[in-house]
């Protein structure tokens, strides 16, 4: 652990260094630190930082920048903040806007981060197997061919088609509708509750196509996950090396490795670098968890370099993760 006054020099070097990206010097952090010390003891206290591995000196005559391990102390020891009014303001708005899907408002809120960050961003949905059912509509296709369509209270729509293996008639198939939707109703794709779906006195041929909706809609979607992806535009000003934002960029486009990206701590806020997954790359990723009421969990971040404005990137991500737990069930 360092000591307050080593504390106060990293946090000057590394705020100087992510606002202007030069190697920065003892004077200056002296000047941005507010420390009332000598020159020749902010030098003692920056060689003493690099001894630990918080900063290195790319050369003997040029300023220092922060390592890894640097930033991550930083991070780790960061002060809450307030967003100015006017952030605070275009976050509020929008959340009273109304959506009709949900994956309207996760997408806007892919851009929105961005837009207030200047970062890509990512928003991840909790996945539509958590969706708690409000009805069940299921509509003849001719045959035995059957098309569900479940309804969400919030606003998702889910259609599956079914081939129940008989030929239904409109009498049977609006008795199926009825227990299936009364299975379904008020609780989520994955847990429904099947005792009316089991009865004795059920006819066969009603059982025989209840059976076949019921554990399709059991398995729907039970591993999908709603990605959006705002701000990649920004990426190539973001890092000089182009190698590296086509690796990003590849990244972004796969689904399954951007959630792996934006997997980590599953609530809470978390703060991820390239060396914690195995990467030494210039990245880092800042993620919140939000929780629908139906206890499902989504992902908001932003993606960028380690020379990230961590302050307002952390507080713009936990805002937007709060105001899409608060307003997740209101959408439609």
């Known amino acids: 652990m360092l000591d307050d006054r080593k504390s106060r020099v990293l946090k000057a070097l590394v705020e100087e260094y992510i606002r202007t990206g030069e190697p920065v010097s003892s004077q200056t952090v002296l000047a941005r630190s507010g420390l009332d010390v000598s020159s020749a003891t902010v030098r003692n206290d920056l060689a003493r930082l690099e001894s630990y591995g918080f900063v290195a000196q790319p050369h003997t005559s040029a300023g220092r920048l922060p390592t890894h391990q640097g930033y991550r102390f930083y991070v ?22 109304v959506y009709n899907q949900i994956s309207e408002m996760l997408r806007e809120s892919s851009t929105l981060v961005s837009e207030l960050t200047k970062y890509p961003a990512v928003v991840v949905g909790p996945g539509a197997s958590s969706d708690v059912i409000q009805e069940i509509r299921l509509v003849p296709l001719g045959g035995s061919t059957v098309l569900v369509v479940a309804i969400a209270e919030n606003g998702r729509v889910h259609q599956e088609y079914v081939d129940v293996g008989t030929d239904v008639s409109a009498e049977m198939l609006e008795e199926a509708e009825r227990l299936v939707s009364a299975a379904f109703h008020g609780h989520s794709l994955e847990s429904p509750e099947t005792d009316g779906l089991k009865r004795s006195d059920l006819p066969e041929v009603v059982k025989r196509i209840i059976a076949p909706i019921s554990e399709q809609l059991a398995a729907t979607r039970s591993t999908e996950r709603e990605v959006y992806v705002g701000g990649t535009s920004r990426m190539a000003a973001l890092w000089n090396d182009l190698t590296m934002v086509r690796h990003l960029l ?31 790359s210039d990245l880092a990723i800042i993620t919140a968890t939000y929780e629908t009421p139906s206890g499902a ?35 439609g």
């Open 76 to 97: 780790d020891h960061l002060s809450p903040v307030k967003l100015r009014e006017a952030t605070r303001g275009q976050i509020d708005e929008f959340f009273r806007e």
């Open 297 to 331: 969990m989504g992902k908001v971040g932003v993606i960028g370099p380690m020379r990230m404005n961590y302050r307002r990137a952390i507080k713009v991500v936990e805002e937007v993760s709060d105001g899409l737990e608060e307003n997740f069930g209101g959408s």
């Open 250 to 280: 590849k990244t972004l486009d796969e689904e399954a490795a951007l959630i792996d990206l934006m997997s980590g701590e599953s609530t809470g806020t978390n703060v991820r670098f390239g060396s914690d997954l195995g990467d030494e």
